[in-house]
């Protein structure tokens, strides 16, 4: 292929669609990179070119382009049963799905609702554990707590529990208030000092106060901004004396990012009230979202009064494609995928760990397969500027404003974690000294 048919569909892509989290009018100025075809950790441009794709393409690869396991799932799912509307209907893929997500909190969070993307599940919890209360008699519990710093998605309801500043300040005057609590941060050292914040409003507040919601462990919008596991027990224990429900975001960390499949595991604690999974489910290719909740949740509904129903559903719910690659994706961690990601972890680990000691770096930090630095004196427009010159190096990648981070299929070896930490030193060097 020619870089003329590159720039045709650069040209053609910019004419018709509005891409996501892009001002067009920049892009208009650095147009989307063309990719003809994917396959394992690399993307192919028209003109052959490779890129490892090191974000796992908004964080939702698991094992790889045009994985063969998960293409048969699907190919055979669709000659089978395509799709059929949950509302009256059920179908094998959704049930056993249900049942296997289950399974993995000991039947903790035993009933699921099926959305078609990670904010509609942040919407799907927040409107349950309103509904629920108000079934319960508890109507003036209607109010919400998130994270400094946090992201849930960019949706209205969504929005409103979401605090950064780029996605939510526009549509402000729609979004309903939520309290905004000071967010655990290692790199600070204050989980004492935010739990300490979130039992102050809670003892406030918690007549009123319906629902806590929080990213375990990795609050990946922010920058990668990592906290302990003692954190989420301390607030766990907080939810429940206060009776409070807790949301536990698991959107972009579930699926053995953090390096077990749930990231509350982690926190050897009870279950959060609501956990929530997309992205990773479906290793990257279909759109689907669940929404994990307790049967105290559930019962709260049950009722023949139609108005006392949880009335949330979209055309495609539970499709049986998406669900079809979600229960191969079980497969895959019930064949042993956590063991093989714990060595693959370890792999990045070392291969990074002198990066640690450039002194243009800071707070390199990891989690299962997540890996992070924050740059010193980054300059302005280092996000761009990195994304831009990684490409040279075989290498896509986006920064969150000065933090550069790795979240890679679940494909490393050590040849492979030794080209990242190249491909990541070789363009750090070359934005830095062009910065100069």
């Not at 229960?327 to 792999?347: I, K, M, S």
Request: charged fraction near 20%; hydrophobic fraction near 45%.
């Amino acid at each position: 292929m020619s870089l003329a048919v590159q720039e045709d569909w650069q040209r053609r892509s910019l004419g018709s669609i509005w891409h996501p989290c892009t001002q067009m009018a920049r892009a208009a100025k650095l147009p989307p990179l063309p990719m003809a075809r994917g396959e394992g950790a690399w993307l192919f441009d028209h003109q052959g070119r490779r890129y490892f794709d090191a974000c796992s393409s908004w964080w939702v690869n698991l094992f790889g382009h045009s994985d063969a396991g998960l293409s048969t799932a699907i190919k055979s799912q669709l000659d089978t049963l395509p799709h059929v509307m949950l509302a009256g209907c059920t179908h094998e893929p959704a049930v056993r799905l249900a049942e296997r997500l289950s399974a993995r909190t000991s039947g903790a969070l035993g009933h699921v609702c099926f959305g078609s993307d990670g904010a509609s599940a942040v919407e799907i919890a927040l409107k349950q554990s309103f509904h629920s209360w108000r079934n319960r008699g508890r109507t003036e519990k209607r109010e919400f707590v998130c994270l400094k710093n946090g992201y849930h998605g960019e949706t209205i309801g969504a929005l409103a529990v979401t605090d950064v500043a780029i996605f939510r300040d526009a549509y402000d005057p729609l979004l309903m208030r939520a309290h905004i609590v000071e967010s655990p941060d290692s790199r600070l050292n204050n989980e004492a000092q935010a739990l300490a914040a979130m039992r102050a409003l809670l003892e406030a507040r918690h007549d009123h106060i319906a629902a806590v919601i929080v990213e375990p462990l990795i609050q990946g919008a922010a920058g990668m901004v990592m906290h302990e596991p003692s954190y989420l027990r301390g607030l766990r224990a907080l939810c429940s004396e206060f009776e409070v429900h807790l949301i536990a975001d698991e959107i972009a960390v579930g699926c053995g990012r953090s390096g077990t499949f749930f990231a509350w595991e982690q926190a050897d604690a009870p279950w959060p009230d609501f956990l929530l999974l997309s992205k990773g489910i479906t290793g990257g290719t279909l759109p689907l979202s669940l929404v994990l909740t307790t049967d105290e949740v559930y019962q709260a509904f049950w009722s023949e009064d139609v108005s006392r129903g949880f009335l949330h559903s979209h055309s495609y719910t539970g499709n049986a494609l998406a669900c079809a690659a979600a229960n191969a994706v079980l497969d895959r961690f019930d064949a042993g995928q956590l063991a093989r990601n714990r060595e693959q972890a370890t792999l990045l680990a070392e291969a990074f760990a002198p990066l640690a000691a450039d002194a243009r770096i800071a707070n390199q930090r990891q989690r299962g397969m997540v890996l992070a630095f924050d740059v010193i004196d980054a300059g302005p427009g280092f996000a761009e500027r990195f994304h831009l010159a990684a490409r040279t190096h075989e290498l896509l990648i986006r920064p969150i404003g000065h933090t550069v981070y790795l979240m890679p299929p679940y494909l490393i070896d050590a040849p492979t974690a030794q080209f990242l930490v190249e491909a990541v030193q070789a363009t750090l060097n070359e934005v830095l000294s062009h910065a100069s």
